[in-house]
């Protein structure tokens, strides 16, 4: 990764350290599966996504809201998808 | 390694509730005031609150502070100081109405007081029967609290400084604190924040424990830098535990859900609280429902493959029932379990929630420790508040919506007596100890440095499951004393942890290995406190402290009526006395604590 990636990405990762514990499941999961591949577009949607309020945020995730706004409906899509569902260990 | 000074009259670590409440104070008396914290402030974990603040307004029918404190002192099974709990109780209307002059949008009654809702273990009249005592503002009173109180301190100047991780405290060899050591996230420099005053309000470490309610965020920072500096840790075996946390996630499953009809169940579908709580069944207080929970599951009834978590199920309410009274369950099932809770059981554990011990506190606000004979000496310079403090208010057990009130109260409390010190008794900064200085640039460079380490995640996980497994609801003797050894071990791979990321910009693994430096130091004064405190009281039970009636459910006064103070050196334990003297009632006598 260079430089410039990964000074971005780790601010993206420390703005997804959120106040609710939901949230922070959801971005460790996603952080999981597209660390690597995570591109500009994607880098944008998730930015301004992360300005949100927290409760405004997880009522997004959760799917008891719905944004108008088609760039970031297709993030929340694939954090829904990846809900991280628990192990059982 | 570089470093640079920077000099305030006070700055604050923490901006959550009790870092915002203590900050309007020093603000407003037009002392030049710094704001540290990790996350933006209205993201700290106060958000988290929806349940309410807690003061007898008596809007919607008779209450008083003294019944407010009464239930306290009960609620804390006695080990709560009595004259911090008198000052909280008085002053909980005071800043609730403070609050809402500052812009909180409370709930209201029609005639446009706040409205009042009852919440568990808030009774009227000394216990008499529950009282609407909790102020909320719909389901986000932390959220509404952290909004009023950070543009309130936009408007007096406060000066914030966003994205910064304390990493130590400054105390000279007197034992005086003179600020801290921090990092910017944004550029990893590191500065010394020179202080006349320093107070803590960095939040509780509940992330010590694998199953925890709490965001990744609550790391225990302030607690792990009080103990390096030499202060005392008390009451750290004292962690409240919710029943209904989601197996594996953590993510909370509120009390309303049992509200509304939910049953507990084991890998027989048997409702066992029956057994254990005949008249309130699954509605019996969390402590009971939660070591009846863990004794299931002891016991080879819990459910999964690993037999390690119970059900709650709800599959028989109507699922119109579920989807209005109680919003979000449904996607929390499906989110975090993978269950849809309207046809299957929900699988839940009992849950880290509170950290009610911390880094002692007077009333003040003031950081006290045993010193020249005096049991609670001042440390000059050192304030702290809310969860990370031990005021102490909740003893062995809080109750829902005294600690939004606790941070409320003691935040303002600590700037007050900060205020004072620095008008009456601190007129210049006292210079910086450098050799304390010199403690975070090693541990920073040894960060930096290390080779073949232990890695940051694993370790912390390592952590997690011993805490869970050795100190968790319910203890035992056995478990205990192993759970110190594995501690211990487990220090040892904190104290040579290795990241590979070494950049400069929002490190993100060094960040972790530095909150892991915290971590280790809560669970330590956690296992070992609870190891030593061989009764049982209030959230810290242990299967070999014996219900007699001398000691009931395990209670014993005669030994056990003290404070639990642990120090890193050495993992030492000394102990002071109750506060049993209120300061103007009578004292609230012991007790044994039912409901
Ligand atoms: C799910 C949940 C629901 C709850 N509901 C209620 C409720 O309804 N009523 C109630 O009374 N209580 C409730 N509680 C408890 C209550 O929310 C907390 O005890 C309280 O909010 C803690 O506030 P605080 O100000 O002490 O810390 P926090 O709000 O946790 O703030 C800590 C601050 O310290 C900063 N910080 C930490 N470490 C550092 C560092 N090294 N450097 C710089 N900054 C740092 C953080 O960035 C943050 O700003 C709940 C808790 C949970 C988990």
Known sequence: MTE???????RLKWHCRRALLELDLVFDRFWERYEETLDAQGEAALESLLELEDHDLWALVSGREITGDPRMAAMIERLREISPIANFE | MNYTVRKFDAVIVGAGGAGLRAAIQLSEAGYKTAVLTKVFPTRSHTVAAQ?????????????????????????????????????????????????????????????????QRPFGGHMSNFG????????????????????????????????????????????DAEGDVMGVTAMDMETGEIVVFHAKATIFAT??????????????????????????AGIPLEDMEFWQFHPTGVAGAGVLITEG???????????????????????????????????????????????????????LDITHLPPETIMKRLPGIHEIGIQFAGVDCLKEPLPVVPTCHYQMGGIPTNYLGQVVVPRGGNQSEPVLGFYAAGECACASVHGANRLGTNSLLDLLVFGKSAGETAVNDLKNNVKAHKPLAQDAIDRTLARVDRLNNQKDGADVHETRLAMQRTMQKHAGVFRFKDMLAEGVTRINEIAGQVAQTQIKDKSKVFNTARIEALEL?????????????????????????????????ETPDGRNDKVWLKHTLWYREGNRLDYKPVQMKPMSVDTIELKKRAY
């Open chain 2, 128 to 171: 008499e029967k529950p009282v609407r005592r909790s102020c909320a503002a719909a389901d986000r009173t932390g959220h509404a609290m952290l909004h009023a109180m950070y543009q309130r301190n936009v408007k007096v100047n406060t000066q914030f400084f966003v994205e910064w991780q304390a990493l130590d405290l400054v105390r």
């Open chain 2, 203 to 228: 939040g509780g470490a509940g992330r010590i424990y694998y199953s925890s309610t709490n965001a990744f965020i609550n790391t225990g920072d302030g607690v792990g830098m009080a103990a390096r």
């Open chain 2, 257 to 311: 859900v049992r509200g509304e009809g939910g049953i507990l169940r084991n890998s027989d579908g048997e409702r066992f609280m029956e057994r254990y709580a005949p008249n309130a069944k699954d509605l019996a207080s969390r402590d009971v429902v939660s070591r009846a929970m863990t004794t299931e599951i002891n016991e080879g009834r819990g459910c999964g493959p690993n037999k390690d978590f119970v059900l």
């Open chain 2, 51 to 115: 349940g309410g603040v807690a003061a007898s307004l008596g809007n919607s029918e008779e209450d008083h502070w003294h019944w407010h404190m009464y239930d306290t002192v009960k609620g804390s099974d006695w080990l709560g100081d009595q004259d911090a709990i008198e000052f909280m109780c008085r002053k909980a209307n005071e800043v609730v109405v403070e609050l809402e002059h500052y812009g909180m949008p409370f709930d209201r009654l029609d005639n446009g007081k706040i409205y």
């Open chain 1, 4 to 10: 410039d990636r990964r000074a971005r990405i780790n």
């Open chain 2, 517 to 549: 430096d915290n971590l280790i130091e809560v669970a330590k004064a956690t296992i070992v406190s609870a190891n030593a405190r061989t009764e049982s009281r209030g959230a810290h039970v242990r299967d070999d402290a014996v219900d007699s009636p």
